[in-house]
């Protein structure tokens, strides 16, 4: 139970808010779009900032108890993601991720983990999450490549969809993963659901993003729901609540006579 407690502080979630409504007639839902450019330049461009506190509350869903979790996200752009969590007015736990890997420890049974992002990867039932991904996950940007030659373009009164018109193909020590993938977006461009179909396999993974705000010029998803299935099924919900831009401390360190957990 408890790796999902480190997984939840790595990752985000939450609800189907209210969808914003287009005033406009409908466009049909199976017209493409004649000319794609400035939309596939503007899903793929990099949020604008420097450093990012949000303040969010976490909800994992695994079958096994877990208490809801407050919980301070600090990024550093392209190189750190740090997170603290507390439930029940307790510190329970902290973890960071860099380009090279992941490290977090939970207090409840004392122990830590280090970790590629294949400890990530395993979690999310999928194999291309690296730091540059993952991020881009936690701010509701485009967290897999897409263009205008293997995806498909159309647009409806609500937004934009695109749909795989290939499997995209992800290698990792020697595995190939593919995958077929829809992807939604308002009419603001902003990333709304992400969803995968593993190819020959039952795993999905799909990832909801609503009550978009604009924050310092920046839009950022309030809210964020992670539903993963396979073998067994999870959803980790996360409401962000604040978001900040000044610069703060990130501490990380493994306390005394803590564990390490094998990953498998």
């Known amino acids: 139970m408890k790796k999902y407690i480190l997984a939840s502080a790595f990752m985000i979630a939450l609800i189907s808010c209210k969808t914003k409504m287009a005033v406009e007639n409908p466009i049909s839902t199976t017209a493409p779009v004649a000319s794609g450019a400035n939309f596939f330049s503007k899903i793929n461009e990099k949020t604008d900032f420097q450093q990012l506190k949000i303040n969010s509350r976490i909800t994992a869903e695994t079958g096994k108890f877990i208490p809801p979790l407050d919980a301070t996200i600090y990024i550093e752009k392209d190189q750190k993601v740090w997170i ?13 991720a860099t380009p090279e890997g992941i490290k977090g420890y939970e207090k409840w049974n004392r122990t830590y983990i280090e970790s590629d992002f294949s400890y990530l ?37 609500q937004g934009y969809l695109l749909t795989s018109e290939k499997n995209l193909s992800f290698q ?40 978009w705000e604009n924050f310092e010029n920046i839009q950022l998803p309030k809210n964020v729901k992670i539903i993963i299935k396979g073998s067994k099924n999870s959803q980790i919900l996360l409401e962000n609540t604040k978001f900040e831009s000044s610069k703060m401390e990130a501490p990380y360190s493994v306390p005394n006579n803590y564990t390490k957990t094998e990953i498998k």
């Open 84 to 96: 603290n969590m507390i439930a029940l007015f307790l510190n329970v736990g902290r973890g960071i």
């Open 121 to 157: 990867n395993s979690l999310l039932n999928v194999n291309f999450i690296d730091y540059g991904a993952f991020q881009n996950l936690l701010l509701g940007k485009t967290f897999i490549p897409v263009n205008d030659k293997d995806f498909k373009l159309t647009k409806n009164a």
């Open 172 to 211: 990792t020590n020697g595995k190939v993963s593919e995958y077929s993938a829809t992807l939604t977006y308002n009419n603001e461009m902003n990333l709304e659901n992400v969803s995968l179909q593993k190819i020959d396999a039952p795993d999905q993974l799909e990832v909801s993003y609503s009550n």
